[in-house]
C-alpha cells in the first residue's frame, strides 16, 4: 500500500523551512527519500532504517519513527536549489522492493 | 552516489513499431533492476522487478508480452516496449539495487535519467 505524503505542495521563501512527512499503514524496515525535478530521474537524498534513526545531509536531515510507521524530512535555511517534488519510498523488509508516496512539490522562491 | 544510465534519453517512434530502453549501473553491480513509469506530476508506479538470470517478476495490471524485460548480466537490464501504442507514450524510468552502496552502506537503489517515450 502506498505510503501518504503531506503536505502535497508547500512554496517557501529562500531561508525559510519545512517539514514533509510520510506516512506508512503498514510496519516499515526502511524509508528512503529522494528528489526529482522537472523532467529528471529522482536523485537519492538519505536511507533511514527502524531504530528510529535520524540523519542529517548539509541543511537536508530526516527521522524515522518506526512505532508510528512515520518518517518526516526537514529542510533548514531552504536554497534555490531544494525546489523539486520529493517522494519517499518504504520498504517492508531488508531487500524488498519501494513502494513510492504521491510525492510533494516544493518550490523555492527568492 | 552510484552513476546508473539509461539509453536512449528520448524517442519517438511509429504505433506498432518496438522500442528496446537500456538501464546499465556503472560503477556497481546489480542483481536486482526496478522499471518504472510516470505519469506528468505522478508518483513512480513500478511495474516490474528485474532479477539477473532469471525471471521478471511484473506487478499487477503490467503486460509482460508487451513490455519485455530482458536482464542479461550484472550490469544491464533492458525493457522492451514491443507493439507500441499512443497509450504507451510515457516517462519510463530504471533504478539499480546496490546491496552495499559505498556511499551510504547501507542497500540503496540509484534511478537512471529516464527515458522520455512518445509514440505517434
Known amino acids: 500500500q502506498q505510503p501518504v505524503q503531506s503536505p502535497q505542495a508547500v512554496i517557501l521563501r529562500e531561508g525559510e523551512d519545512a517539514v514533509i512527512n510520510c506516512s506508512s499503514s503498514?510496519?516499515?524496515?526502511?524509508v528512503h527519500w529522494y528528489r526529482q525535478k522537472h523532467g529528471e530521474a529522482p536523485v537519492f537524498l538519505m536511507i533511514?532504517?527502524?531504530?528510529?534513526e535520524q540523519k542529517g545531509h548539509e541543511k537536508i536531515s530526516a527521522s524515522f519513527n518506526e512505532k508510528k510507521q512515520q518518517s518526516s524530512l526537514y529542510l533548514t535555511a531552504s536554497q534555490l536549489s531544494y525546489s523539486g517534488t520529493y517522494f519517499c519510498?518504504?520498504?517492508?523488509?531488508?531487500?524488498?522492493?519501494?513502494?513510492f508516496g504521491e510525492g510533494t512539490q516544493l518550490t523555492v522562491n527568492p | 552516489g552510484a552513476v546508473v544510465s539509461q539509453h536512449p534519453s528520448r524517442v519517438i517512434c511509429k504505433s506498432g513499431t518496438s522500442v528496446k530502453i537500456e538501464c546499465r549501473s556503472l560503477?556497481?553491480?546489480?542483481?536486482?533492476m526496478f522499471w518504472y513509469r510516470q505519469f506528468p506530476k505522478k508518483s513512480l508506479m513500478l511495474m516490474a522487478t528485474?532479477?539477473?538470470?532469471?525471471?521478471?517478476?511484473?506487478e499487477q495490471g503490467v503486460e509482460k508480452d508487451k513490455f519485455l524485460i530482458n536482464h542479461a548480466s550484472l550490469t544491464l537490464s533492458t525493457l522492451t516496449v514491443t507493439s507500441a501504442h499512443p497509450e504507451d507514450s510515457s516517462f519510463y524510468i530504471c533504478?539499480?539495487?546496490?546491496?552495499?552502496?559505498?556511499?551510504?552502506?547501507?542497500?540503496?537503489?540509484?534511478f537512471g535519467p529516464g527515458t522520455r517515450l512518445l509514440v505517434l
Open positions: 533504478s539499480a539495487r546496490d546491496f552495499f552502496s559505498i556511499w551510504t552502506g547501507q542497500e540503496t537503489q540509484y
Open positions: 503498514k510496519a516499515l524496515y526502511s
Open positions: 533511514l532504517l527502524k531504530g528510529g
Open positions: 519510498g518504504t520498504g517492508e523488509t531488508s531487500g524488498s522492493r519501494l513502494t
Open positions: 560503477d556497481f553491480q546489480a542483481t536486482t
Open positions: 528485474s532479477n539477473e538470470g532469471s525471471k521478471a517478476t511484473y
